[in-house]
Every structure is written in structure tokens, then in C-alpha cells.
């Protein structure tokens, strides 16, 4: 199973403090709703919808991450994590020796195309021979959406909706509980299995 370290966090927004104002029915001057609407956001999103964590096993927003693993996958593609894939920063490994290595981004290819995206051995290249030994491979990738889809947007609107309208099971800063059906069925066609690497 890979191991996952985030490098440099996501910035911006999925959905802005207007937008949620707007989709929930708050008049401008409500500052005390809108301070509970922006606390809202950030658990809808960071814990139940980006990320390792979330349940979508996707980034919503631009980051960066490192993924350890033991050794070189025995196929002949590397499937990776968190889509959309972006691209694929380096790739270091132990050698047989002990050595610390960087594979030259010319021996492998790099599939942004399919989700998950993938890493394959160039033409003429096969993944380098490893050390056996913990976390022997790490490649640090970008992942994320320039521009998240419409359909997640609405799904994180929705969510926040719900949390403002049923308080009871929301907790500042976490959110506990189940998503409601109508926002689990927006999510669906766009949630990511887990998988070994």
C-alpha cells in the first residue's frame, strides 16, 4: 500500500464564501450566518472530499504530494493516486547498493489522460532494481484540478446546505455523521477506489 506525505497544501477555494451564501438563501448583512457558513466549508471539503482522507480519494485543488513505496510495481504501469494527475515532479529509489538514485524522467512516461493517471517505463527502459527495504521507491507528484468541475462544487454547496440547515450532528472544524443521499448520489460518478500500488 503506498504511503502518502503531502509537500505543498492545495490554495484557493473549491467554493467561495459568496457562493455558499448565495446557494443557502443568507441575506449579506447575516454576518453571523456567513461566519457559520465559511466554518462550514472547509470540513465539507477537507475532510469529507480532498484528499488521502476524504471519501473521494481525490484533489479537488492543486498540491503536492510524495508517495513511498517498497519497491517498483512487477507491471509494467504504476497507477497513482488523488486524480487528476498533473504530472510527475521526480522519481527516487535505493539502489541495489544503498545508493539514493533519480530515474531520469527520460526513461519513463508519464499517462495525465485516464483516471487513475499512471507511470510506465519508457521504450527499451524497465523500473530500476531496488534495495528491499521500507519505502525504497518515492515520487512526488502534482495533482489536483486547475478548475474543479461544476458537479463537485455543487456537490460541496449542497453538502454545506445540509450541515447549515441540520446543525445537530456538526461540529465546528468536524463534521460527523453521514452525507445525505442526494449529495452521496452527485458524488458517485466521481469517487476513486483505494488501491494498492
Not at 21 to 34: G, L, Q
Not at 52 to 69: E, K, V
Not at 137 to 155: I, S
Request: with cysteine; charged share 20%; hydrophobic share 40%.
Amino acid at each position: 500500500m503506498e504511503g502518502l506525505a503531502l509537500q505543498t497544501a492545495p490554495s484557493g477555494d473549491v467554493v467561495t464564501l459568496d457562493a455558499a451564501t448565495s446557494f443557502c438563501n443568507i441575506d449579506d448583512d447575516d454576518t453571523a450566518s456567513e461566519a457559520l457558513l465559511q466554518d462550514l466549508i472547509i470540513p465539507a471539503v477537507v475532510q469529507l472530499l480532498d484528499g488521502p482522507d476524504g471519501i473521494m480519494n481525490r484533489a479537488l485543488l492543486r498540491q503536492t504530494w510524495d508517495m513511498s513505496l517498497h519497491r517498483f510495481p512487477s507491471g509494467s504501469c504504476l497507477l497513482m493516486p488523488l486524480p487528476p494527475l498533473v504530472s510527475v515532479t521526480s522519481i527516487s529509489y535505493i539502489d541495489t547498493a544503498g545508493d539514493s538514485q533519480t530515474w531520469s524522467s527520460s526513461n519513463y512516461t508519464v499517462d495525465t489522460s485516464r483516471e487513475p493517471g499512471g507511470i510506465f517505463p519508457a521504450f527499451n527502459q524497465s523500473w530500476p532494481a531496488t534495495r528491499e527495504q521500507a519505502n525504497a521507491v518515492t515520487v512526488r507528484f502534482v495533482a489536483g484540478y486547475l478548475e474543479v468541475p461544476a458537479p463537485l462544487r455543487l456537490a460541496v454547496l449542497s453538502l454545506v446546505s445540509h450541515y447549515y440547515q441540520f446543525r445537530e450532528p456538526t461540529i465546528i472544524g468536524t463534521v460527523i455523521g453521514e452525507i445525505p443521499d442526494h449529495v452521496d448520489r452527485m458524488l458517485k460518478p466521481w469517487r476513486m477506489r483505494r488501491f494498492d500500488a
